[in-house]
């Protein structure tokens, strides 16, 4: 009797656990990510033709983005009640964005010449390079090359819904805030319903965010057969020191760089890490940073930091803040450099380290992101070989991963500092570790 008593409790708690466990949606994605890499691996024609429930997931995250960015944006800007406040947050984001992206893109160089990457590619003829896609990389570069002037003006939106439908996030942000600002100018009588209506608005996307991440693990299944199948390993092989390297110069930034801001700023950042891990799991399947961007705004005001700072910090730094962006341009230079043996002086890099600073705040506004931006920096330098660009072309997919992922742990980690330097963080809010929700 007593037996039976005491095994019970014991079966149901690990009935319980082990439901928890299938119910994670990191465990989900992980278990999806491992399937996808088996299929991909195993039947490589099937896993190219899964790309379609990647790119479903995908669509309809994006679906949400840029509504999900203005509601929030504009609901902390009426919260917090005072220009002032806005301003000052605002101007502290830029900075600390423009600091540590330098640093990114100084570090990138740095890495690269120390590790010597591409030079062990001086065997690859360029005719073996152009039939791995160079015609498509040029065709990229070429439609991408921005100016000063146009980068600029695209900033600025000439139409409120085109702004939304093309999924312009800076021409978004943009509107946001000026219609927040315009929403404070209005009396306190007409602007609670207002603000009222928002936050209700704002909340149901929530809701519709929530449903569509039930389909994350079959999104992920899909974007990781398709692209481990459609790319195969011959490419992946010759250049894996490429790849490999570029996550030990994520993994170093994180740690090092992040590392030292959030020491700073008395932020556990392994525990800030544990805290956003499902998200960290979702971008290593989709390797698109707009997958948990809807979460992120979400979850971090639960973090302490308040929901003004995330709503405003979080979305600005998805254009300023860039931090993998940064390393995966400034490593690939230093990589093409090396392949097509072109030596480039410490001017020569520094010039180039300038362009970046530049091109690199334009990923969010140019269709198809970091590669597109590297492709119209390649452009601009006038020095670096264009059809080069096909050596990267191949592997991105993989590096995407990095890429995405360092962006997001960046802004998380800008959003929680932020909060800290203007007082915008209550540390009572902050989980006990292996207590989060």
């Not at 110069?249 to 956003?276: A, D, S």
Request: hydrophobic share 55%.
């Amino acid at each position: 009797m007593t037996t039976t008593e005491s095994s019970a409790p014991a079966a149901a708690r690990d009935t319980s656990t082990r439901t928890s466990i299938w119910r994670n949606l990191g465990f989900q994605v992980a278990v999806s990510m491992v399937l996808g890499i088996a299929v991909g691996l195993i039947w490589p024609e099937v896993g190219a033709s899964l790309k379609i429930l990647g790119d479903i997931f995908l669509r309809l995250i994006k679906t949400a983005v840029a509504p999900l960015v203005f509601l929030t944006v504009v609901v902390g800007i009426v919260a917090a009640g005072d220009v002032k406040r806005v301003g000052k947050v605002g101007l502290i984001a830029i900075i600390y964005f423009e600091i540590v992206s330098t640093v990114a893109l100084a570090l990138g160089l740095g890495f690269g010449n120390l590790l010597g990457i591409g030079r062990n590619l001086g065997s690859l003829s360029a005719s073996e390079i152009a039939a791995k896609g160079a015609a498509a990389a040029v065709q990229t570069a070429e439609s991408s090359h921005t100016t000063f002037a146009q980068f600029l003006a695209n900033i600025f939106p000439d139409n409120f819904i085109g702004a939304f439908a093309r999924g312009e996030l800076l021409q978004v942000l943009v509107i946001s805030l000026i219609f927040g600002f315009g929403l404070m100018m209005l009396k306190p009588e007409k602007r609670a319903p207002i603000e009222s209506g928002l936050n209700t608005i704002s909340t149901a996307f929530f809701e519709f965010i929530h449903v569509i991440m039930k389909l994350a693990p079959l999104g992920t299944f899909g974007a990781v057969a398709y692209a481990v199948g459609a790319n195969g390993t011959a490419v992946l092989l010759s250049l894996a020191y490429l790849v490999g390297a570029f996550f030990v110069l994520v993994i170093l930034f994180i740690v090092m760089v992040l590392g030292t801001v959030c020491t700073l700023f008395r932020i556990n950042l392994f525990h800030l890490l544990h805290y956003i891990r499902d998200e960290i799991f979702i971008l290593l399947g989709t390797a698109s940073s707009e997958s948990v961007l809807p979460r992120l705004l979400e979850k971090l005001p639960a973090y302490g930091a308040s929901k003004q700072t995330v709503g405003l910090v979080l979305p600005t730094g998805y254009a300023f803040n860039l931090d993998g962006t940064s390393l995966f341009m400034s490593l690939c230079v230093v990589f093409l450099a090396n392949a097509y043996n072109v030596p480039l002086s410490w001017e020569q890099e520094l010039g180039i380290l300038g362009i970046m600073l530049l091109t690199s705040k334009g990923a969010a506004t140019v269709s198809g992101g970091t590669f597109v931006v590297f492709a119209a920096t390649v452009t601009a330098t006038g020095i670096l070989p264009i059809e080069g660009l096909a050596l990267i072309f191949g592997v991105y997919r993989f590096m995407s991963i990095a890429v995405a992922t360092c962006n997001v742990i960046g802004n998380t980690v800008a959003a929680v500092v932020v909060a800290k330097i203007t007082g915008e963080f209550d540390p009572s809010r902050r989980p006990v570790p292996g207590q989060e929700a």
